[in-house]
């Protein structure tokens, strides 16, 4: 067909979606590429996607001596001799079991253990990249000879832009992105989530197949327009679409019963089988409509889970030993050295379902208790400071129960000296267990100067004006920092911390979601709610209460003793 076919098993492409029409690419500037690539516009000219892949990977940054084709003639001659290329075995970074062929003929499906053997031996520093057998499948496609593909996967390899993240090399960056992904699916796909946690022994097994469904299991012509955009916009796209898949599975699925006894493997088999449900434009429509934090906070929130991940230990992959993941969420909370005044052991694992990735190894450790500490709020302090995060549980006279995770320790209250003092990060939630479950989003207490500490209500701001919709928040903001993080884990200024808590001597504010608003006052007995009325939800208990127990817990690293 063209000079880019030779390893392109033609009988098994769809030929009705190629386009012959004449096409060039022309623009540079990247907004106009964004758009080019969203919309599909090399993607129906096989020759025209080959040239524009060979300008977008000849533009990214590399390192000064990367490999390129020249090295590859020399090499793969000694490295893979006349061995047949079908029964090479594969280095342990790839799964073996796991390199997809994308309607590659016999010669292009040789090529692909080919290339990876001489990249593992001009990479030595790659331990885990399941993903490249599969970019490697697809640059096949839009390649002239093996050589040339060897040297753009190199490039993609070689990338040295800190800002330009685009495939994972180590265990401890594929294992946070898990992570990462555990998180993102968390706020931007609740539904789903609440099925996995409720079906499957191990969430983050099930999201640490996120890369699997994209680089494995979805169809040549998904992942080719996938990577279109993939490499005009970076990592940040994987995480979209991986999504949106898991959006349209719950949506597909929902209500069904499930076709294997692992939700794993049902998953798998629909995006191998996505074609039956979605079309790929309808599934970069979905990802590209979720309103995504930006490239700068995700970068952040992945820091977070490596660091995470590096202070348990956890940076190789064992060959015998399972890795520790997050936990069945039934194991999560030990029900044997469990107990709570004020929840059971299964509400407090419905909880354990919603905090960060990063604190999921934990074990509860209760730190503060109305019915044995006092109602006091100096000593609700002195408990609970050291510690972070904290999970705050309240059980009110009207046998309600509401609570807030915390993120931020509450010693960061000192900075204000004796003024009332906002701080906290955007991984603050609040939640109501009775009379019903419900998690509220986070939202930022948005005039800290109109919140005064009286013990009347009147004295408090109104809901609308105290508190802001995440809803509301612009979708990329450039300007301020990650709403997952403190300004001091990063040596940033920390006027650009959001606020999400408040704390003095005489009162507690919790910023919660959907309008919701936490208010405690010094003695612990009488606490309120503010509640928005413009968002269709249930409040966050009653608008004036008194509490009956108070429990403060915090979180025990298991893995560190």
């Given at each position: 067909?063209?000079?880019?076919?030779?390893?392109?098993?033609?009988?098994?492409?769809?030929?009705?979606v190629?386009?012959?029409?004449?096409?060039?690419?022309?623009?540079?500037?990247?907004?106009?590429?964004?758009?080019?690539?969203?919309?599909?516009?090399?993607?129906?000219?096989?020759?025209?996607?080959?040239?524009?892949?060979h300008?977008?990977?000849?533009?990214?940054?590399?390192?000064?001596?990367?490999?390129?084709?020249?090295?590859?003639?020399?090499?793969?001659?000694?490295?893979?001799?006349k061995?047949?290329?079908?029964?090479?075995?594969?280095?342990?970074?790839?799964?073996?079991?796991?390199?997809?062929?994308?309607?590659?003929?016999?010669?292009?499906?040789?090529?692909?253990?080919?290339?990876i053997?001489?990249?593992?031996?001009?990479?030595?520093?790659i331990?885990?990249?399941?993903?490249?057998?599969?970019?490697?499948?697809?640059?096949?496609?839009?390649?002239?000879?093996?050589?040339?593909?060897f040297?753009?996967?190199?490039?993609?390899?070689?990338?040295?832009?800190?800002?330009?993240?685009?495939?994972?090399?180590?265990f401890?960056?594929?294992?946070?992105?898990?992570?990462?992904?555990?998180?993102?699916?968390?706020?931007?796909?609740?539904?789903?989530?609440k099925?996995?946690?409720?079906?499957?022994?191990?969430?983050?097994?099930?999201?640490?197949?996120?890369?699997?469904?994209?680089?494995g299991?979805?169809?040549?012509a998904y992942?080719?327009?996938?990577?279109?955009?993939?490499?005009?916009?970076?990592?940040?796209?994987?995480?979209?679409?991986?999504?949106?898949?898991?959006?349209?599975?719950?949506?597909?699925?929902?209500?069904?019963?499930?076709e294997?006894?692992?939700?794993?493997?049902?998953?798998?088999?629909?995006?191998?089988?996505?074609?039956?449900?979605?079309?790929p434009?309808?599934?970069?429509?979905?990802?590209?409509?979720?309103?995504?934090?930006?490239?700068?906070?995700?970068?952040?929130?992945?820091?977070?889970?490596?660091?995470?991940?590096?202070?348990?230990?956890?940076?190789?992959?064992?060959?015998?030993?399972a890795?520790?993941?997050?936990?069945?969420?039934?194991?999560?909370?030990?029900?044997?050295?469990?107990?709570?005044?004020?929840?059971?052991?299964k509400?407090?694992?419905?909880?354990?379902?919603?905090?960060?990735?990063?604190?999921?190894?934990c074990?509860?450790?209760?730190?503060?208790?109305?019915?044995?500490?006092?109602?006091?709020?100096?000593?609700?302090?002195?408990?609970?400071?050291?510690?972070?995060?904290?999970?705050?549980?309240?059980?009110?006279?009207?046998?309600e129960?509401?609570?807030?995770?915390?993120?931020?320790?509450?010693?960061?209250?000192?900075r204000?000296?004796?003024?009332?003092?906002?701080f906290?990060?955007g991984?603050?939630?609040?939640?109501?267990l009775?009379?019903?479950?419900?998690?509220?989003?986070?939202?930022?207490?948005?005039?800290?100067?109109?919140?005064?500490?009286?013990?009347?209500?009147?004295?408090?701001?109104?809901?609308?004006?105290?508190?802001?919709?995440?809803?509301?928040?612009?979708?990329d903001?450039?300007?301020?920092?990650?709403?997952?993080?403190?300004a001091?884990?990063?040596?940033?200024?920390?006027?650009t911390a959001?606020?999400?808590?408040?704390?003095?001597?005489?009162?507690?504010?919790?910023?919660?979601?959907?309008?919701?608003?936490?208010?405690?006052d010094?003695?612990?007995n009488?606490?309120?709610?503010?509640?928005?009325?413009t968002?269709?939800?249930?409040?966050?208990?009653?608008?004036?209460?008194?509490?009956?127990v108070?429990?403060?817990?915090g979180?025990?690293?298991?893995?560190?003793?």
């Amino acid at each position: 067909m063209d000079e880019y076919s030779c390893f392109v098993d033609w009988d098994k492409m769809d030929v009705t979606v190629q386009s012959q029409d004449a096409k060039d690419l022309t623009c540079t500037e990247f907004q106009e590429l964004k758009q080019l690539a969203r919309q599909g516009y090399w993607a129906k000219n096989h020759s025209l996607r080959a040239k524009v892949y060979h300008k977008l990977i000849s533009n990214i940054p590399c390192r000064t001596v990367t490999p390129d084709a020249n090295v590859y003639r020399d090499i793969v001659v000694k490295i893979v001799g006349k061995r047949n290329s079908n029964s090479l075995p594969l280095p342990e970074f790839v799964d073996d079991s796991l390199v997809p062929t994308y309607c590659l003929n016999a010669e292009g499906i040789g090529a692909v253990r080919k290339i990876i053997l001489c990249i593992a031996n001009q990479f030595p520093d790659i331990s885990f990249c399941p993903a490249l057998p599969s970019v490697i499948a697809l640059l096949l496609h839009y390649s002239k000879d093996e050589a040339e593909c060897f040297e753009q996967v190199c490039r993609i390899l070689a990338c040295n832009d800190p800002s330009k993240r685009l495939i994972d090399q180590t265990f401890l960056a594929f294992e946070s992105s898990c992570m990462t992904f555990g998180d993102l699916v968390n706020k931007y796909c609740q539904a789903a989530h609440k099925l996995m946690v409720a079906v499957s022994e191990d969430v983050l097994e099930v999201y640490s197949d996120w890369q699997r469904w994209l680089f494995g299991e979805l169809p040549m012509a998904y992942i080719a327009r996938v990577f279109d955009v993939f490499l005009v916009e970076g990592y940040k796209v994987l995480y979209r679409v991986a999504l949106a898949i898991l959006k349209f599975f719950h949506k597909v699925r929902a209500g069904q019963p499930m076709e294997s006894d692992s939700i794993q493997q049902d998953i798998r088999a629909f995006v191998r089988d996505i074609a039956k449900s979605v079309s790929p434009e309808r599934l970069l429509e979905k990802a590209f409509a979720i309103r995504l934090f930006s490239r700068k906070e995700i970068q952040l929130l992945q820091m977070a889970n490596e660091k995470a991940l590096q202070q348990k230990g956890i940076t190789v992959k064992q060959k015998s030993v399972a890795s520790p993941k997050r936990q069945n969420v039934h194991l999560a909370v030990h029900a044997e050295n469990f107990k709570s005044e004020i929840v059971s052991v299964k509400e407090m694992r419905d909880i354990w379902s919603w905090i960060p990735e990063r604190f999921a190894l934990c074990q509860p450790l209760l730190l503060f208790t109305t019915l044995e500490h006092g109602c006091s709020l100096s000593r609700f302090y002195s408990h609970s400071e050291g510690h972070e995060p904290t999970l705050l549980l309240i059980k009110t006279t009207a046998k309600e129960v509401c609570g807030a995770y915390l993120s931020t320790d509450w010693s960061e209250r000192r900075r204000g000296g004796n003024k009332l003092s906002f701080f906290g990060t955007g991984e603050c939630f609040v939640f109501r267990l009775q009379p019903e479950v419900e998690r509220y989003e986070w939202v930022i207490i948005k005039h800290p100067e109109l919140a005064t500490s009286g013990s009347e209500p009147e004295n408090h701001v109104s809901p609308a004006s105290s508190t802001l919709s995440s809803r509301s928040l612009p979708s990329d903001p450039s300007d301020r920092l990650s709403p997952f993080l403190s300004a001091r884990h990063f040596n940033l200024p920390s006027k650009t911390a959001s606020m999400f808590m408040a704390g003095s001597s005489e009162c507690i504010i919790i910023g919660g979601g959907d309008g919701q608003a936490l208010y405690l006052d010094a003695d612990l007995n009488h606490g309120r709610t503010s509640h928005c009325n413009t968002f269709n939800n249930q409040p966050l208990c009653s608008e004036s209460f008194q509490i009956s127990v108070l429990e403060v817990w915090g979180f025990r690293d298991t893995m560190n003793g």
